[in-house]
């Protein structure tokens, strides 16, 4: 049984483009959380979303930033116009149930120049 | 706004030597979860308490969910190099909307 999967695993971006990180979640998981790290820091929650909804979006940044499930296809965290400040590791977790145990990926680390 | 605080922030000991970490929170938690992550990689889940007052064992990892539910530790015993990294624990807003984290405990284990 695959664990959970993001790519790239790494991606580069110059100031100005677009960055879109994908998420697939455990066979059988319908709930997707993305979560961003900042180096020597802990997990700082971003979105839940549910397939084809979006059940918390509190700690999304309210410009730039869009999160989808679609009902076919991983999840996609999208970021516009990325500023260096975005640079960081992206986490996403997955799990069976509503805020359950999560199971996560190995990261996607996006350094923005 | 519920909030979860870990300490020690950064704890480096001797191979051998035992530990304790805590998480600690002013509001009560239906469960709290621990993780451990090494760099580069995403958080492994350690385990979950549910009931206060429990106690589960991990080979040589001790887990404590305090009475309240609204702490809890991890006790390590006769710590070993592989021991090293961070330590998350973790738990559900009371509104069930999300699960969020501590600033985590950084574990080093000398040689």
């Known amino acids: 049984n695959a664990g959970v999967m993001q790519n790239p695993r790494h991606l580069v971006r110059r100031r100005g483009q677009e960055a879109r990180l994908r998420c697939s979640p455990m066979?059988?998981?319908?709930?997707v959380y993305w979560y961003r790290q900042l180096p020597e820091e802990g997990l700082k929650f971003m979105v839940y979303?549910?397939?084809?909804?979006?059940?918390?979006e509190s700690g999304m940044p309210k410009e730039r930033f869009s999160a989808e499930f679609p009902k076919e296809g991983p999840s996609i965290l999208r970021i516009q116009q990325v500023v260096r400040g975005d640079s960081a590791a992206y986490f996403c977790?997955?799990?069976?149930?509503?805020?359950?145990?999560?199971?996560f990926g190995p990261g996607t680390r996006l350094t923005v120049t | 706004t519920q909030l979860l605080e870990q300490s020690p922030q950064f704890l480096s000991i001797q191979e051998g030597e035992n530990l304790t970490v805590y998480c600690n929170s002013s509001?009560?938690?239906?469960?709290l979860q621990w993780y451990r992550q090494e760099p580069g990689e995403g958080p492994v889940l350690l385990v979950t308490?549910?009931?206060?007052?429990e106690v589960k064992k991990l080979k040589r990892l001790t887990f404590q969910f305090g009475d309240a539910r609204k702490d809890s530790s991890l006790h390590i015993t006769a710590a070993q190099p592989g021991d090293t990294g961070l330590y998350l624990c973790a738990g559900p807003t009371s509104s069930a909307s999300k699960i969020i984290f501590g600033s985590g405990t950084r574990l080093s284990i000398r040689p």
């Open positions: 977790a997955s799990s069976p149930d509503r805020v359950n145990e999560q199971y």
């Open positions: 509001s009560v938690f239906s469960s």
């Open positions: 066979k059988g998981h319908s709930h």
């Open positions: 308490v549910v009931t206060g007052g």
């Open positions: 979303l549910q397939k084809e909804n979006i059940i918390d």
